[in-house]
């Protein structure tokens, strides 16, 4: 690393260990009271999204967050028609699942506005145009309220949260997974962003502790994704289904019928994210 530190930053997320980024050139710059808000090209990454210095999204490396979160519930489910994308203002999420054309349906809820038009301007390669689908239903609300007062029903829903501080702390909630149950088709599926467990444990403790209560199969799969430092990421899965077993040969077939192209997954890759390393195993309750 550069001992000039003027053209870098370092993550500050935990306290003991951080990852430094290069920033080459500098597309927006807004600090407030609150927060700072960036939007820097990395030459290894591409245009890079910081929040208080913490990476939220990049161009070069979202693609593995965003498929794993889609294609692994999706794909396991087999028969997913109604989507339901919680957060994921940036559009990534949805245009993963967008691209199932066997999805009917998908509302996104995106508690901030500006968030989507930010995206559209600064990092228009995340939605690739995702947002004019017409299958697409943009709902600016609360995550957690539209949760608690949805009559809707949903083969799949993906939790696209921030960290659990501030406003993405609700999010993480006994109450809202008991939400989000409700809110499921039978046989449906829940996937939930939990963190990176060595650094982050409590957090993926504390899903399983309320998946565990809430459905038969509780469990979570991992993928590494460089920008999200410290080791592998961990995905919450609840469901009360036995879709998680579902043969190779059939997600080999379905995946194929699906007609993606994905950079990171593959159905041996789905399979294999659910095999977990001893430290994850200890952190479930």
Request: aromatic letters at 10%; a negative charge; charged letters at 20%.
């Amino acid at each position: 690393m550069s001992t000039d530190t003027s053209d870098w930053i370092r993550e500050p997320l935990h306290a003991d260990y951080g990852q430094g980024l290069k920033v080459e050139e500098v597309f927006y710059d807004s600090k407030t009271e609150h927060q700072r808000l960036r939007v820097f090209r990395n030459n290894t990454f591409g245009r890079i999204l910081t929040l208080d210095d913490v990476v939220q999204t990049t161009e070069g490396d979202n693609f593995i967050y965003h498929e794993m979160l889609t294609h692994v519930p999706i794909l396991a489910h087999g028969a997913a028609k109604h989507v339901l994308i919680i957060g994921g203002g940036d559009g990534g999420m949805a245009r993963e699942v967008l691209k199932h054309q066997s999805v009917d349906h998908v509302t996104m809820v995106e508690i901030d506005a500006g968030v989507v038009e930010f995206s559209k301007e600064h990092l228009p390669t995340l939605s690739q145009g995702a947002f004019d689908d017409p299958r697409l239903n943009l709902v600016i609300n609360d995550g957690a309220l539209f949760m608690k007062e949805t009559a809707d029903k949903f083969d799949v829903i993906i939790v696209d949260s921030t960290d659990p501080i501030g406003p993405g702390e609700v999010l993480f909630t006994d109450t809202f997974y008991g939400h989000a149950k409700r809110a499921l088709t039978p046989g449906g599926i829940l996937v939930t962003q939990n963190g990176v467990p060595f650094m982050q444990g409590d957090e993926l403790t504390n899903t399983m502790r309320a998946f565990q209560a809430l459905f038969a199969d509780a469990t979570c799969y991992m993928a590494t994704i460089p920008t999200y430092a410290g080791g592998p990421m961990a995905f919450g899965w609840g469901t009360d289904s036995d879709a998680r077993h579902v043969a190779l040969e059939t997600l080999q077939t379905r995946f194929q019928a699906a007609n993606l192209t994905p950079d990171y997954y593959t159905p041996e890759v789905h399979q294999g994210a659910f095999a977990l390393p001893g430290y994850v195993l200890k952190l479930m309750p």
